[in-house]
Every structure is written in C-alpha cells, then in structure tokens.
C-alpha cells in the first residue's frame, strides 16, 4: 500500500498549523490485521457448500473448539459481538435481587452502556496507579450489599491479578467476570487469560487482535452457563416447544465472521512477530526522547505486543491532549487512553457518584500511538520523529497555535 510520507516537518509545515498531513491515509490504533485472502476463501468455501450460512454452523463450531483449546477453557460460545456477549453474560451471572456492578472507570468507553443493558448500576472502581488495573484492594472498597457481579476488565497493557479477585469472589460469593479483550494473547504466573473466574468475554471485531469483521465469543468451565448463553444467543429457543428462556437475543455469529477469524487465527504467530517488531522499534526509539516512555509489555509469559501505549511524563513540553490533537492534525490517529474515564462521563442512565482521584489523574497522561498491521518501521520513524519536534518545540507550537486562535 503506498502510504505517501511527506517530507521530514519543521514547525511551520505542521498540519495544526495549516501545513500538509505527514500522512495522506490515515494510520490509527486498529489492528484491522488480514488473512492470506486464500486462506479466508477455502474457509469460506465450506460454508458456500453446505448453504450453512449461520446458526451454529461447521466453521462456528470448529472456531469455537479451537478458541476453547487455546484459552485452556472448557467451553467456548461465539456472538456476533463483544458487546452482546458481554451483556448475555453478565446477565446471566448476577446475583439476583441485587443492582450493582463493579467495573473499573478507566477502561472501555461503550462499558456503562453495557450495564444499562444489564439494569444494573455501576459502581466505578479505581486502579492501581502503576498497572492501570483495578486490583483485588480497589474492588473490595466497593462491594456492598447490592454487588451482584464484579467486571475484572484486563488493562490494555499487561493483565490483572486473576487470582487476587478470584479469592474475592469465593470469599464474598459475588460472581466474577472478566473482559479480557485486550489481553486475549496473554498468559499469566497462574494460567491463560480465558480461564479464569466464572468466565472471560472477547471480542473479534477487526480492530481487535483476532478480526472476524465483527464478533465476540465467552469461554466458560461451566457447564450450564455454556448451555443457557447458547439459548440466549438463539433467541432464548429451549427445545422445539417454543419454550423460551428470559431475554434472548439474535446475537448469532454468523459463517463468514468465522472464517475470517479461523483464518486469522492461523496466521497469528506471524501477526504476534510483527507486532513485537513494532514495539521493539517503538520502545528503542522513544527512549531517546524525554518526557516520553512506552509502556513495556511483561514478558516473561505469551503477551500480543499489540497495543502502544505511551505515557506522557511531567517534562514532556504541552498536554496530552493537545499532543494528541497536532498528531491527528497529521493523520496520526493517536487516541487518548480511555479518557475521560466513565466516572467523569456525561451519562443520562443511573450510576454511583465517586470521585476517583487516581483515575482521574491517569486519564490524562496515556496516549495509544498507531500499531497493527498497517504499521510499519517506516511509519513509526514518522511518528517517532514528531513525537521528538513536538519535544523540543511544543513551547513554541503552543504559543503560535494560541496566537492563532486569537486572531
Ligand atoms: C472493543 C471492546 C469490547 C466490545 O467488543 P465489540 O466486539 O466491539 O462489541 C469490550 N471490551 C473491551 C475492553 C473492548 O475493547
């Protein structure tokens, strides 16, 4: 693909300030990874032979075998999203008779949307400064008489401490689910992300590190969890009778999301080496840059290298936000890290006020740099070599876009 790099930038050249984009396509913080389109195609063959296009079908079924295999859980349930599967689930597992839900407010923008869906009320909790995880200390401030479910959702780098909040659950006898989207790849001290708690939700949309276009999928050891998320996802049918469970859904994975994601799921040790090359560039570059450091993946077990986070330190020159906005100015789709967090949203559905001062800190500090497959060394020296004319100058590039926008 031509990317169309534009000459190294000077001040002046900045695209905030009128010059042109260092890049004519954009390059964003999807991972929108593809498969050998062959590959893709003999998948997809299997369901244009049997006419099987959705509801259970062969390629769903062996995607669902495979996922099971290699999160070292028993069983495994497809969506057609992330966010379905998550409210199925949750559903499914809160204690009933009480409302709340515990979830991190540093983490995925759409997660309150998700408990509203639920009807439960979410209780924000906060993270721990160094990992940016919530942890089994930050959730047991916020168990009450009304928890019904706790929402571990993994950090974008690195994990949370499974076992910690798996003794919380048992000692409390709330249930425990984890979001472990961004941290799919990853394997911890104590086992693979998907095996832990009561169950873990995924999603395969194609910004995500397994892309079927779109899709989700839940592994669970339970057994009869298995079986009623299986209804759910089927419209609640129980049996031929028309029996229903409550509050059943379409929310099928359809044949052609699976084959993406089996393709893609083959090629993914090549994806995980490209992705640990970008890092690496990444990481050695920006360590010459001060007020600036990537977030280092732990290494000592599997970890996807798919997510660049850098956080922006005191010494770095200007904002994060208005760092962020002179790199989207250049068609560098830099994106803030999960700010503002849900505590601090604009939200027109019930939820618990608090002011998480830790949280409230962070979200102004992380800043997710381009990665995924459209990523390249070439790319990143770009990045890399505006990150460092914004450290030197951002002084001078603040004082000319204030100028400017008094004029
Ligand atoms: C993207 C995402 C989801 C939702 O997945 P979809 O498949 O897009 O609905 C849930 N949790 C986290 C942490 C995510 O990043």
Redesign the pocket.
Same mark, same amino acid.
């Given at each position: 693909m031509m990317k169309n790099i534009s000459a190294e930038k000077s001040i002046e050249s900045l695209a905030c300030l009128d010059g042109v984009p260092m890049f004519s396509v954009p390059i964003s913080t999807s991972n929108l990874v593809q498969p050998e389109f062959e590959r893709f195609l003999s998948y997809s063959k299997v369901f244009f032979k049997n006419r099987h296009y959705t509801n259970n079908g062969e390629l769903v079924r062996k995607l669902e075998q495979r996922l099971a295999d290699f999160h070292e859980a028993k069983h495994c349930i497809a *969506?057609c999203? !992330? *966010?379905?599967?998550?409210v199925l689930t949750i559903s499914s597992l809160a204690k009933e008779g009480r409302n709340e839900i515990i979830i991190p407010s540093l983490?995925?923008?759409? $997660?309150a949307d998700?408990a509203a869906w639920c009807k439960l009320t979410p209780r924000f909790c906060e993270v721990d400064a160094d990992t940016l995880s919530l942890n089994e200390q930050t959730v047991r401030e916020c168990i009450t008489e009304q928890t019904a479910l706790i929402l571990a #959702? @993994?950090p974008?780098v690195n994990c949370c401490d499974p076992v910690g909040l798996e003794n919380l659950s048992n000692e409390t006898g709330i249930p425990l689910l984890f979001? !472990? #989207? =961004?941290s799919a790849y990853e394997r911890t001290q104590s086992g693979k992300v998907g095996s832990f708690g009561n169950a873990e939700? *995924?999603? $395969? @949309?194609a910004?995500?590190l397994l892309n079927g276009f =779109? !899709? !989700?999928y839940v592994t669970t050891d339970d057994d009869a969890l298995a079986t009623k998320l299986k209804m759910l996802r089927t419209f609640g049918f129980k049996g031929k009778d028309n029996c229903f469970v409550a509050n059943g859904l379409n929310a099928k994975l359809n044949e052609v999301h699976a084959a993406m994601a089996l393709a893609n799921l083959d090629e993914l040790d090549k994806q995980i080496s490209k992705n640990k090359e970008n890092y690496y560039q990444y990481l050695t570059q920006l360590r010459g840059i001060p007020g600036i450091r990537i977030l280092e993946f732990d290494e000592s077990f599997d970890t996807s290298y798919k997510n660049i986070v850098a956080e922006i330190t005191p010494d770095w020159p200007i904002s994060r936000d208005l760092t962020v906005d002179i790199l989207n100015a250049e068609n560098i789709l830099a994106r803030a890290y999960y700010s503002p967090p849900l505590h601090l949203k604009k939200m027109n559905y019930p939820h618990i006020k608090s002011s998480l001062e830790v949280t409230k800190g962070l979200a102004e500090r992380y800043v997710l740099l381009p990665c995924g497959d459209f990523i390249g060394a070439q790319e990143i020296d770009s990045v890399v070599s505006l990150l460092s004319l914004i450290q030197v100058n951002g002084l001078d590039i603040h004082h000319s876009l204030t100028l400017r926008s008094k004029c």
């Open positions: *969506f999203s !992330g *966010f379905w599967a998550l983490t995925y923008r759409r $997660m998700i #959702v @993994h974008i979001d !472990g #989207v =961004e939700c *995924f999603s $395969m @949309h910004s995500k =779109e !899709g !989700g």
